[in-house]
């Protein structure tokens, strides 16, 4: 499994932004807070991202879905 391009950047931004404290804490407390999910390509293979890239996304997706139907439906209508 592999790390999609959008989570690379937000782990890279996460350690920047975080790292430097003693022991760590605040850059281990954001990993530990970071939501990560697995997404299935289309060929079957999975990657690791950021569960809100991957919900903007899908609502995104979702939209041009709906509005592609509601398009189609208005055409039959006519």
């Given at each position: ?5 959008t989570?690379i950047?937000?782990?890279?931004k ?9 022991e760590?804490?605040?850059l ?31 609502s ?19």
């Amino acid at each position: 499994m592999k790390f999609h391009g959008t989570l690379i950047e937000t782990l890279l931004k996460t350690y920047e932004v975080n790292s430097g404290w003693t022991e760590e804490r605040k850059l281990r407390s954001a990993l530990e807070n970071l939501d990560i999910s697995v997404y299935t390509r289309e060929d079957g293979s999975k990657i690791l991202v950021s569960t809100s890239e991957l919900r903007k996304h899908m609502s995104a997706f979702e939209a041009a879905e709906s509005q592609r139907r509601e398009l189609e439906a208005q055409k039959r209508g006519k």
